[in-house]
């Protein structure tokens, strides 16, 4: 066992029963902060991500970590036994299957509650229960039924989908709230609950100030690329390298003139198309042109380095793999480790681990990303099966191991 009885959630039992991001993303937070969880998945086939080449075994190794794999047939009565019972003493259950697929399989939360009444059980969908709710969800179904993708992209361009799956992230982070709003209510009452999380009105939530907007402008804003509607100068723009990108967002009276300090620009001061905020909203095409002319001659480096001295807000516009080189995320810990052998080339690999930091509080990477079916006999020998038990369940591949 991996258990840090330092950590927050330490003593904490969490059973997964969920594929590619939600459900995962939900249960390895409350990894992260010490939870025991039991990642069920499928035997031979595991987690729907784990066979769709290396975007989705990226996955499998930042959001398993700090888990445990069972694999069982949850389809054989079996398998729905074994799931019970582990099911019994564990604290919290994490779901995101196909709306009502844990009802038919007998495995729902009104059938685990019977047996365990101070369950909670986080149900994670695409749409809250009502007229959508039998509709098959996904991230970009609620991009787009959100209204996020609208404003994602350039004005008049084609909708976009944002660069990671934010609608499963931001429901699976309303999961959690919920989760641990539900486990305090069970500390009073002792009564656990049902809890539910959905991507398409997690993504409304976001959208709220737009919405609001439309309701009161009656109509909508458009797209916004890079840009804020109250903000000029608020814009990426390419330095002297191709593709060597930087953010800068005059946000203040008082960036406007350390901005043209630190680049050079100081006779934009005495220009009175730029006086004011309104007066560089009113002629912002005209003020992103001759910015952009003046920072494609700089260094990127110098730049940034340039405007940081002015307290200018800046940011360098990273890749992915820019991240993997972050001081910063080094220097506090969120960039960790991991051990890979899951295909039999055993290496090292990086990823972020949740970042909540308090005064008491920490997260910590204790577990290597299970392979399928990793710990299927060590937990069912902690429920109190025998070996001969688990050996006619694995020989009627009820219960996965690994492929060795």
């Given at each position: 066992m991996s258990s840090d009885r330092s950590l927050p959630l330490a003593g904490l039992t969490v059973v997964e029963l969920g594929n590619i991001v939600a459900a995962p993303f939900a249960s390895v937070i409350l990894a992260d902060l010490g939870a025991e969880v039991v990642k069920v998945e499928r035997p031979g086939v595991g987690d729907i991500v784990r066979n769709t080449g290396d975007s989705g075994q990226s996955i499998i190794?930042?959001?398993?970590?700090?888990?445990?794999?069972?694999?069982?047939?949850?389809?054989s009565s079996e398998g729905r036994t074994a799931y019970r019972d582990l099911v019994a003493d564990a604290d919290v259950v994490v779901e995101n299957l196909g709306p009502g697929v844990t009802d038919r399989l007998g495995i729902g939360y009104e059938d685990l509650r019977e047996a365990n009444p101070g369950l909670v059980y986080l149900s994670i969908k695409g749409f809250m229960r009502g007229s959508y709710g039998d509709r098959?969800?996904?991230?970009?179904?609620?991009?787009?039924?959100?209204?996020?993708?609208a404003m994602t992209g350039r004005p008049g361009g084609k909708p976009l989908r944002v660069g990671t799956s934010i609608a499963d992230i931001g429901a699976a982070l309303y999961g959690v709230i919920g989760v641990l709003t539900a486990l305090r209510a069970r500390d009073r009452t002792g009564e656990g609950q049902r809890i539910d999380a959905s991507l398409f009105e997690s993504a409304v939530q976001w959208m709220g100030y737009w919405i609001t907007h439309a309701d009161?402008?009656?109509?909508?804003?458009?797209?916004?690329?890079?840009?804020?509607?109250?903000?000029?100068?608020?814009?990426?723009?390419?330095?002297?390298?191709?593709?060597?990108?930087?953010?800068?967002?005059?946000?203040s009276e008082r960036h406007w003139p350390a901005f043209c300090r630190a680049t050079g620009m100081t006779e934009l001061l005495a220009d009175e198309r730029f006086e004011t905020v309104a007066a560089r909203l009113h002629h912002e095409s005209e003020l992103i042109r001759e910015v952009q002319e003046e920072l494609s001659t700089w260094d990127r480096e110098k730049l940034l380095a340039a405007l940081l001295e002015e307290s200018v807000p800046v940011a360098p516009v990273n890749k992915p793999s820019d991240l993997l080189h972050d001081s910063h995320l080094r220097e506090t810990g969120l960039l960790v480790d991991i051990f890979d052998d899951q295909h039999g080339s055993a290496e090292s690999l990086r990823t972020p681990l949740t970042p909540i930091r308090g005064s008491r509080t920490t997260t910590r990477q204790r577990r290597d990303p299970p392979k399928l079916g990793e710990h299927s006999r060590e937990i069912l020998r902690e429920l109190g099966y025998d070996a001969n038990e688990i050996a006619e369940l694995v020989a009627a591949d009820i219960v996965g191991e690994p492929d060795e």
């Open positions: 190794y930042a959001f398993s970590r700090n888990k445990r794999s069972i694999a069982l047939d949850l389809k098959p969800g996904m991230d970009m179904v609620a991009e787009s039924m959100s209204g996020l993708s009161m402008t009656g109509q909508d804003h458009p797209a916004l690329g890079s840009s804020h509607p109250s903000f000029a100068l608020y814009d990426i723009f390419e330095t002297n390298e191709p593709n060597e990108w930087v953010f800068v967002g005059v946000t």
